[in-house]
């Protein structure tokens, strides 16, 4: 069978889905419908926002499908009725045995870790925020665990220390968008040997990426430099560390920081004070040190480097973080 005769059905939703759609689409593979999460409304005008793959797949005028359910059965039909060959998953949703497991050749996810590690929703941002120096994509058939089916492809890249979730996402983005043509390659030439996960365990233990909520982003000054680096690292530029200043008067100003400088020493401060010198420099004590804060964005205030917002903003050592 040759890619244009192959019936593919995607499945995605963010930006690092649109991609793999785009190259599939590009590369003349046959791209039946495209399956995204139903438009919701966002902003304070609550306008109908569409998800970064519709709007792509508009562009292309693809078919779509926006199930509320994925075990309704009024979409089951709907997707039986394409007759695909094959499903892709990129950055989608866990899905039910009856979708996952319908097409002849099966379908396979696209998975930004090195699985069996960080199975889960945010793989990106715990591999940073856990201060790993390695992470990478995987191809691998879904079953009915999650994340846990049989391994096709896999590719490693370093996280280097200058990295943050949004340069190993693009990074990530365009190596998957290469995978995931590469495993199509595969499956029609019946060149794949898929890898059972519990063949390629270690003695390392295993670390899961569960979903990122806003306590998850809130930074804890007693611990170390380092951690709290890393988490700023792992959150930026989306979602972002956060934590409150909080004035001698009792004011209190939420802050997002998007890049920071560790700088590990010896004090005898509270974790939380802030050492300034109200012109270009914040440094927040924690447990082993201090944090430099390089950028950061005041509630209700644009995103700035530390001196153009200490110009406007009147910070001394009696504020400290909570």
């Not at 191809?139 to 220390?161: A, N, S, V, W, Y």
């Not at 390089?294 to 903003?313: H, I, S, W």
């Amino acid at each position: 069978m040759e890619k244009q005769d192959l019936r593919i059905v995607y499945m995605g939703t963010p930006d690092f889905a649109v991609e793999s759609l785009r190259r599939l689409v590009e590369g003349g593979y046959n791209v039946v419908a495209v399956i995204t999460m139903p438009d919701k409304p966002a902003g304070r005008g609550h306008k109908i926002q569409y998800s970064p793959v519709k709007e792509y797949a508009l562009s292309q005028s693809l078919t779509i499908l926006q199930p509320e359910k994925l075990k309704d059965e009024g979409f089951v039909e709907q997707l039986r009725a394409l007759k695909a060959d094959l499903q892709i998953v990129v950055a989608f949703r866990m899905l039910p045995e009856v979708v996952w497991n319908m097409p002849r050749l099966g379908t396979f996810n696209l998975h930004a870790s090195l699985l069996p590690q960080y199975r889960g929703a945010a793989p990106l941002n715990w591999a940073i925020i856990n201060g790993d120096t390695e992470t990478g994509i995987t191809t691998f058939f879904l079953k009915h665990e999650i994340d846990t089916g049989e391994i096709i492809q896999q590719k490693r890249i370093p996280i280097l220390p200058e990295d943050n979730v949004g340069t190993i996402h693009d990074k990530l983005m365009i190596m998957g968008a290469d995978m995931v043509t590469e495993t199509v390659d595969a499956i029609l030439a019946g060149k794949i040997e898929p890898i059972a996960q519990e063949s390629i365990l270690t003695d390392e233990p295993l670390r899961s990426a569960p979903k990122i909520f806003k306590e998850t982003c809130h930074i804890d000054w007693k611990k170390s430099c380092t951690q709290i680096h890393n988490l700023v690292r792992g959150l930026s530029p989306y979602p972002a560390a956060w934590c409150e200043w909080v004035s001698a008067e009792g004011e209190r100003f939420g802050v997002k920081i998007y890049r920071t400088t560790a700088m590990p020493a010896s004090h005898h401060f509270a974790p939380g004070s802030i050492h300034t010198d109200g012109k270009s420099r914040i440094d927040i004590a924690c447990a082993d040190g201090y944090v430099r804060i390089e950028e950061l964005q005041l509630a209700g205030k644009k995103r700035m480097a530390v001196p153009d917002l200490l110009r406007g903003f009147h910070l001394s050592d009696n504020f400290h973080c909570e």
